[in-house]
Each structure stands twice: as structure tokens, then as C-alpha cells.
């Protein structure tokens, strides 16, 4: 009886296949606590999936995402109130330190020619995080 040619058992050609894969992949950057969040929400989904029931745990899995994201946007809002309080300051100080140098340079056209330039400076910030957001 002829046998055909040895499979390399199971475990081997998994061990085989992970060793291409961990050579082929980087190993992906995950928090700190990845693991214990994930732990503890396996075990907060295993508690809950008996006593409740798939219509009440959708709802309560979409009000955890909507307040989620209602964090996420009032941090946003925040963040972005802050930059504009920032920015009008760097501006301000800007235009105290720059309006007197212009002047010499410009003559009576410094306030326009401070304003191009700050509106120009607003205009390209924009565009660069309007590319790095819509693509």
C-alpha cells in the first residue's frame, strides 16, 4: 500500500504560519490597558447576556454609544473653543510685536498688509486640516 507524502501535523502548521505571519506583520500598537478592558468586558457581556434580553441589550449597547459620543463631542467642542482662544491671542500678541516694523515698511498700508497676511496664514492652517480630515 502506497502512502502519499507526511503532512506536517497540526500544530506544526500553525506554528509555521504564525512564525510567517509575526515575520510578515508588525505587531499592532494597542493601549496600555487593551487587555484589562478587554477582559472586563468580556466578562460584563457574559454576566449580562443571560439576564437580559437581545432587544434591551441593544438598547443599553446603543445608549453606552451614544453617550460615547456625546463626550467625544463636547471634548471636541472644548478642544476647539481652546484653539480659538489660543489663536486669537497669538494674533494679538502678533500684531503688537509686528504693527510697528510693518508700519516702518509699509508706511499707512501696515494694518492691511498685516491683516492679508494673517488672513492668509488662517486660510492655509484650515486647508491643511480640512486634507488631513476629509482624506
Known amino acids: ?14 506554528q509555521a504560519l504564525d512564525a510567517a ?6 505587531q499592532p500598537l494597542l493601549p496600555e490597558n487593551f487587555r484589562s478592558r478587554l477582559t472586563a468586558r468580556i466578562a460584563y457581556l457574559r454576566e449580562s447576556a443571560g439576564t437580559q434580553t437581545p432587544g434591551a441589550r ?28 489660543g489663536g486669537a491671542f497669538a494674533a494679538g500678541a502678533a500684531a503688537v510685536v509686528l504693527l510697528p516694523l510693518l508700519a ?20 492655509a492652517a484650515a486647508m491643511t486640516t480640512w486634507t488631513r480630515v476629509s482624506g
Open 1 to 14: 500500500m502506497t502512502v502519499g507524502p507526511r503532512l506536517p501535523s497540526r500544530d506544526s502548521a500553525e
Open 21 to 26: 505571519l509575526s515575520k510578515a506583520l508588525p
Open 58 to 85: 441593544f438598547e443599553r449597547e446603543h445608549q453606552e454609544r451614544l453617550e460615547e459620543l456625546d463626550a467625544a463631542y463636547v471634548r471636541m467642542r472644548r478642544h476647539a473653543l481652546a484653539l480659538m482662544i
Open 104 to 123: 516702518d515698511v509699509f508706511g499707512p498700508s501696515a494694518p492691511l498688509v498685516l491683516t492679508t497676511v494673517g488672513t492668509l496664514a488662517g486660510l
